[in-house]
């Protein structure tokens, strides 16, 4: 990735918050390299490196999912690039301090350059990784996606893209708006999250349904939240394999 790409770093705490839990619990860990890893060996994800995450309703974990699944990467070794792509509830942003700056609406707009929106974070409290960085939703409100020139801004979304090991673009659900399905076009794969005991099947459905008609392959769904005693076995029988040490 060049330098020329990134612009001042940035202290997540969020996030470093979530990378030390990684480094610290191996069962946690081991499931997002899990995912990392079918990621990565997804045929579909064979003509690019970003992954739309998404989910049908709100509610259902996707901010942590992508969060878990960039920092995942970065601790692989990978450059990650993290987005926030919720330009109606940019949680994201908020969470690492970065709500009112300069982002992905403005790169799509044509109004800023790379430089200006994807700033490198330090997590701290982690063990050694590949480059991490962020780039926040931007300034204007998700009203500006109307004026965006779509094939144009795929052709300059690619261009960042290319300059990182992955991707990843946190979005609005696609029930709750249209957002993500615009984003979809210019992605070059979707990851659903699902709510284990909370989410609608039928609603999921209509969801997948909805982003398959895009056209970009859909990798996967990753169950969130489960609870085995709740809702699978309640014994581990493997847990003495799980990793002791990150180091």
């Given at each position: 990735?060049?330098?020329?790409?990134?612009?001042?770093?940035?202290?997540?705490?969020?996030?470093?918050?979530?990378?030390?839990?990684?480094?610290?619990?191996?069962?946690?860990?081991?499931?997002?390299?899990?995912?990392?890893?079918?990621?990565?060996?997804?045929?579909?994800?064979?003509?690019?490196?970003?992954?739309?995450?998404?989910?049908?309703?709100?509610?259902?974990?996707?901010?942590?999912?992508?969060?878990?699944?960039?920092?995942?990467?970065s601790l692989a070794g990978q450059t990650a690039l993290l987005i926030d792509g919720d330009l109606r509830r940019s949680s994201l942003?908020?969470?690492?301090?970065?709500?009112?700056?300069?982002?992905?609406?403005?790169?799509?707009?044509?109004?800023?350059?790379?430089?200006?929106?994807?700033?490198?974070?330090?997590?701290?409290?982690?063990?050694?990784?590949?480059?991490?960085?962020?780039?926040?939703?931007?300034?204007?409100?998700?009203?500006?996606?109307?004026?965006?020139?779509?094939?144009?801004?795929?052709?300059?979304?690619?261009?960042?893209?290319?300059?990182?090991?992955?991707?990843?673009?946190?979005?609005?659900?696609?029930?709750?708006?249209?957002?993500?399905?615009?984003?979809?076009?210019?992605?070059?794969?979707?990851?659903?999250?699902?709510?284990?005991?909370?989410?609608?099947?039928?609603?999921?459905?209509?969801?997948?349904?909805?982003?398959?008609?895009?056209?970009?392959?859909n990798i996967g769904a990753v169950l969130n939240r489960f609870e085995p005693k709740l809702h699978g076995r309640s014994n581990q029988?493997?847990?003495?394999?799980?990793?002791?040490?990150?180091?």
């Open positions: 990735m060049s330098t020329e790409l990134i612009g001042k770093p940035t202290d997540a705490a969020w996030l470093s918050g979530l990378a030390k839990i990684m480094s610290e619990n191996p069962e946690f860990a081991d499931a997002y390299d899990a995912l990392f890893g079918a990621v990565r060996l997804a045929s579909s994800r064979a003509s690019g490196n970003s992954i739309l995450v998404t989910s049908a309703e709100p509610g259902e974990g996707k901010t942590t999912v992508s969060s878990c699944l960039a920092i995942a990467a942003s908020a969470a690492v301090g970065s709500p009112d700056t300069v982002g992905l609406i403005e790169i799509l707009l044509g109004q800023a350059n790379a430089a200006e929106v994807i700033r490198p974070v330090t997590l701290a409290g982690s063990r050694p990784a590949g480059v991490f960085s962020l780039m926040a939703g931007g300034r204007k409100s998700s009203m500006s996606l109307a004026a965006v020139d779509w094939g144009k801004a795929r052709s300059v979304f690619r261009s960042i893209s290319q300059q990182f090991g992955i991707v990843v673009l946190d979005s609005p659900p696609v029930l709750a708006a249209n957002d993500a399905l615009l984003f979809a076009g210019i992605v070059d794969a979707v990851l659903l999250v699902v709510g284990a005991g909370s989410a609608d099947r039928g609603e999921v459905r209509r969801a997948k349904e909805q982003l398959d008609a895009i056209g970009t392959p029988p493997y847990r003495g394999y799980y990793r002791r040490s990150r180091s």
